[in-house]
């Protein structure tokens, strides 16, 4: 049972490492076409003739009012971005832990039948051994004066064959 117990868990183990790698690739991926696009965006934007001393601007006049409002806001949103952030940090590890458990019970179907046949041979070889032990061994009753005849008799053959010799 000890056994099994750390097959299990070196079947979950990799079933969270195949998990974490999935995710690391799917990552990876992003970042690249992020990448991509980034660099189309700063390639375009090379092609523009921009000169600072050619644009214009436009002053800004603003109450405090609308200062202390527009910090507001910027928390609110910030709050928001935080709960957002929360959200996808909770779903990540609903999708690792559901991997995690998808990958053990992968692990524990396909382990289960070589498990269970390894079972059955031992157990076939544990029967084998123990009925190849056992020794028969017969009983018979012994007669002094019978086996003294048989000695003489054994005695009087190896003689007559050594004569005849």
């Not at 189309?40 to 003739?49: C, K, V």
């Not at 436009?58 to 709050?79: H, M």
């Not at 002094?144 to 004569?163: S, Y």
């Amino acid at each position: 049972m000890a056994s099994f117990k750390k097959l299990l868990f070196l079947a979950s183990l990799a079933g969270a490492a195949v998990a974490g790698v999935s995710y690391i690739l799917k990552y990876k991926g992003y970042q690249r076409e992020l990448e991509g696009e980034f660099k189309e965006f700063d390639d375009e934007l090379d092609g523009r003739d921009d000169n600072p001393s050619d644009r214009k601007y436009t002053e800004l006049k603003s109450s405090t009012d609308e200062f202390v409002t527009a910090a507001k806001d910027t928390a609110n949103s910030a709050k928001g971005m935080a709960s957002a952030a929360k959200e996808v940090i909770k779903g990540v590890a609903n999708i690792v832990g559901d991997n995690v458990a998808a990958a053990t019970d992968v692990a524990k179907d396909t382990t289960k039948p070589i498990f269970d046949k390894a079972k059955e041979q031992f157990d076939k070889a544990a029967k084998k051994s123990e009925e190849e032990s056992e020794v028969e061994v017969d009983f018979y009753e012994m007669n002094p004066d019978e086996d003294k005849k048989d000695l003489a008799q054994k005695i009087d053959d190896v003689i007559k064959d050594d004569k005849d010799k």
